[in-house]
C-alpha cells in the first residue's frame, strides 16, 4: 500500500512534466534568514516555498505560491497535486462560474486526502510505537532510558520528520480569460488594474484566513473554540493561519492542543476560500501572487499601511527597467529583503521586528502588460505618471522616496476591469502604472 501511494505521488508529477510553462509569468525568490548582531544573515532551514505557473489547453492558465513551514514537502506534493487535479482535462471553456469553483474546491479536497493517505502509514506506526513508551516518558533523559525505549524514541523523532509539517495556498486560475483565486491560509493575491487616465487599482483578493480574521473567528466560534483565546494567542500550533494543507496535528489531534480541545469537529480546514470569476476583458496591469513570508518580511520593515501600494510600486518600476519578467520578480524580491536588512541594522524603531525573515516568493503574471523594450519621450507624445516609492542604497539606511517618471504612450486607450464588490476586498487608487513606460529617476532626501 506504501509503495502504491508513493507512486502515486511520482505519477503526479509525471503526469504534469510535460504541461508548457506560461511564458507570461515571472517568479522571483529567496530564502530565509536571522541576522546576528552584525547584521550578516545565516540560514535558519532549507527553502521550504514553492510554486507553479503552467499553461493548459483551451485558454486555461495556472498559478500558485505556496508557503510550506515544518519541510517542504506539503507545498511540493501540493503543486503537483493541484496542477493533475486542474490542468489534465478537469477543465475547459464551457465550464460556468459555479463549475469552475466546483472543481477548484474539489482539487483542494483531493490534495488534503491524497497528502494524507502518503503519511498514513507513518502516523500508524508512530501511533503504535507510542504505545511501547512508559508514561510521562519526555521527562526522563535520554542515557536513562533502557535501550528499547532509546530505539523507540530515534524511530519516533525519524517518523515525526517523515509526517510533520503542513503549507498554505494562493492559487490564480485564468480561463475564458477570467480570474478565480482560490486561498488557503495566509499568502496573498493583488490584481493591478490600469486605467485610461493614469490611475491604477490595486485590489487585494479576499482576505488572509488568520488569527485576526473576524469570519474566521466566529467560524471557530461556531465549532465551540474561544475565539478571544485564539486572537490573543495569535498563532494556532506555531502558525497564523486557520486553514491550511497538510498539518496532521491540528487535523487530527486538534483535540490535544489546548486551544482547539474544545472544538466539536475538525477546526483547521484546507477548504479554499475562492474568489470570481473576474473578468480580464480590456484589463492593463498585472497579477501578484506574494508568500506570507514576503509580505511579512514588507510590513515588518515599513509596516502593513502601505505594503499593497510599495510592491506593486516596487513591481511597476521594476518592469519599466528589466526585460524578463523573471528578471522583474527577482529584483523586486532582492529589494524587499534589502529594506528589511536595512531597517534591522538601522536601529530605527522598526528594527526590532526585522531580526529574521521567512522565504520569500513573488509570482507576476502580466495582463496586456510588454516589458520595457524601448524609450519614449515626453516629446514623441508621451504622458508623464509620478510613482512614488521607497528607495534606499548600501551607503545609506535612511528611507527616502524615489519619484518615477513613466512617460506612456498617449494613444493607447486603457480601460478598467469590472469592479465586483463580492470579489475584491479594496480598491485603491495608485498613479503611473501603464505599459512601455519611459523612467526617470530622482532621489529625494
Not at 521594476?318 to 522583474?328: D, F, N, P, R, W
Not at 541594522?345 to 520595457?372: F, K, W
Not at 476586498?425 to 532621489?443: D, H, K, N, S, W
Request: charged share 20%.
Amino acid at each position: 500500500m506504501a509503495a502504491q501511494r508513493r507512486n502515486l505521488m511520482q505519477s503526479h508529477q509525471s503526469w504534469t512534466d510535460d504541461l508548457p510553462l506560461c511564458q507570461m509569468c515571472g517568479v522571483g525568490t529567496a530564502t530565509n534568514c536571522v541576522y546576528g548582531p552584525d547584521g550578516k544573515g545565516t540560514l535558519s532551514h532549507p527553502n521550504e516555498d514553492g510554486h507553479l505557473r503552467f499553461r493548459g489547453e483551451d485558454g486555461c492558465f495556472l498559478y500558485g505560491v505556496f508557503n510550506g513551514y515544518d519541510g517542504s514537502k506539503v507545498a511540493s506534493f501540493a503543486s503537483q497535486c493541484l496542477t493533475a487535479e486542474l490542468l489534465l482535462g478537469q477543465l475547459n471553456s464551457s465550464h460556468t462560474d459555479n463549475d469552475v469553483r466546483r472543481i477548484l474546491t474539489q482539487a483542494f479536497d483531493v490534495v488534503e486526502k491524497s497528502y494524507f493517505e502518503t503519511i498514513d502509514d507513518a502516523l500508524a506506526e508512530k501511533a503504535h510505537l507510542s504505545n511501547y513508551l512508559p508514561p510521562h516518558n519526555e521527562n526522563v533523559p535520554f542515557h536513562q532510558l533502557s535501550p528499547q525505549s532509546q530505539k523507540v524514541q530515534e524511530r519516533l523523532k525519524e517518523l515525526e520528520r517523515e509526517v510533520s509539517g503542513g503549507a498554505t495556498a494562493v492559487v490564480a486560475l485564468i480561463l475564458n480569460n477570467k480570474l478565480y483565486i482560490a486561498n488557503v491560509g495566509t499568502n496573498r493575491a493583488l490584481l493591478c488594474k490600469s486605467s485610461s487616465d493614469g490611475q491604477n487599482q490595486v485590489l487585494q483578493i479576499g482576505r488572509p484566513h488568520s488569527t485576526d480574521n473576524e469570519d474566521e473567528l466566529q467560524r471557530l466560534a461556531a465549532l465551540g473554540v474561544d475565539s478571544a483565546r485564539v486572537r490573543q494567542a495569535g498563532q494556532i500550533a506555531g502558525q497564523s493561519s486557520t486553514r491550511r494543507l497538510g498539518d496532521y496535528r491540528v487535523k487530527f489531534n486538534y483535540n490535544e492542543i489546548d486551544l482547539l480541545s474544545a472544538a466539536k469537529t475538525r477546526p483547521i480546514i484546507a477548504e479554499p476560500e475562492i474568489h470570481g470569476s473576474q473578468s480580464l476583458d480590456s484589463v492593463t496591469g498585472f497579477l501578484l501572487l506574494m508568500s506570507e513570508g514576503l509580505i511579512n518580511a514588507l510590513e515588518s520593515a515599513h509596516g502593513p499601511e502601505q505594503a499593497n501600494q510599495e510592491i506593486v510600486a516596487m513591481v511597476a518600476a521594476e518592469l519599466a527597467l528589466q526585460t524578463s519578467l523573471e528578471a522583474v520578480s527577482q529584483s523586486v524580491v532582492e529589494r524587499v529583503k534589502r529594506l528589511h536588512h536595512d531597517v534591522y541594522v538601522s536601529g530605527r524603531q522598526r528594527a526590532t521586528y526585522c531580526s529574521r525573515h521567512e522565504d520569500m516568493t513573488l509570482l507576476i503574471r502580466t495582463l496586456n502588460y510588454p516589458l520595457a523594450d524601448g524609450v519614449l519621450t515626453p516629446t514623441q507624445g508621451g504622458r508623464i505618471y509620478p510613482v512614488s516609492v521607497p528607495y534606499s542604497n548600501s551607503q545609506s539606511t535612511s528611507k527616502t522616496s524615489v519619484t518615477l517618471s513613466l512617460v506612456m504612450p498617449s494613444q493607447n486607450t486603457l480601460t478598467n476591469g469590472t469592479n465586483t464588490a463580492s470579489t475584491l476586498e479594496e480598491g485603491t487608487p495608485t498613479p503611473g502604472l501603464l505599459p512601455r513606460p519611459y523612467l526617470a529617476v530622482f532621489i529625494l532626501g
